[in-house]
Each structure stands twice: as structure tokens, then as C-alpha cells.
């Protein structure tokens, strides 16, 4: 098993930054790709952006591209999501999912693990 725990949302103006966290406990972080994934009320939940295990690999998806950037500390059994520049339409429930494979993937169905997830509020 693999808890997740994500922080670091809240309230921001558009234009502005926020650094998502999430900590991961259980099973040996290193050995998990990592994503990031948000729901907007009333949407699908998708892809923000992902990392392998080792963190020599990172997609993100085109509506962030340049303005959100995933990393990842092994040491710290830690990824973190740094959004810029942050729009309204980045309103969402954002969470961090584990998946069980050293490449990650784009669909959340290859993600073991999720955390609760964390509240974003973009005003404009």
C-alpha cells in the first residue's frame, strides 16, 4: 500500500502560483511513476502532468505546457506540481496518483494509488 497525502492548494488570483505537494508513505516511493490529475465540477477527471520513477521523464499536458512543472524528490518520497502563471480555468480538485510501473502513464486507470486531493480556486 501507498499513502498519498497532497497540500499546498488554496485560494490564488489568476496570474499568480502555487506549489502542489504530495508525500507519499508505505512502499518504496523510488519504484512508482507519479501523476497529477485534476477534476473540475462537472468535468472528467484528467491529466495535468506525470514523472517516472526515476525523474528523467515528464509529460505534461498541452493546456499547462509552460506553466506547470512536475518534479519529484525520491529522498524526500515527495512530487510536487509548481503552477505559473494560473488561469480561472485551472479551478479544480487536483490529485496525485502512484502507479505501480517505472514509466507513467497518461490514463488515471494506470494509477494504483490516489491521494484525497486538494482544492485550486483561480479568481479572476
Known amino acids: 500500500q501507498v499513502q498519498l497525502v497532497e497540500s499546498g492548494g488554496g485560494l490564488v488570483q489568476a496570474g499568480g502560483s502555487l506549489r502542489l505537494s504530495c508525500a507519499a508513505s508505505?512502499?518504496?516511493?523510488?519504484?512508482?511513476?507519479m501523476g497529477w490529475f485534476r477534476q473540475a465540477l462537472g468535468k472528467e477527471r484528467e491529466i495535468v502532468a506525470a514523472i517516472s520513477s526515476s525523474g528523467d521523464s515528464t509529460f505534461s499536458a498541452n493546456s499547462v505546457k509552460g506553466r506547470f512543472t512536475i518534479s519529484r524528490d525520491n529522498a524526500k518520497n515527495t512530487v510536487y506540481l509548481q503552477m505559473n502563471s494560473l488561469k480561472p480555468e485551472d479551478t479544480a480538485v487536483y490529485y496525485c496518483?502512484?502507479?505501480?510501473?517505472?514509466?507513467?502513464?497518461?490514463?488515471?486507470?494506470?494509477?494504483?494509488?490516489w491521494g484525497q486531493g486538494t482544492q485550486v480556486t483561480v479568481s479572476s
Open positions: 496518483a502512484a502507479s505501480g510501473s517505472s514509466y507513467y502513464y497518461l490514463s488515471g486507470m494506470g494509477y494504483d494509488y
Open positions: 508505505g512502499r518504496t516511493f523510488s519504484n512508482y511513476a
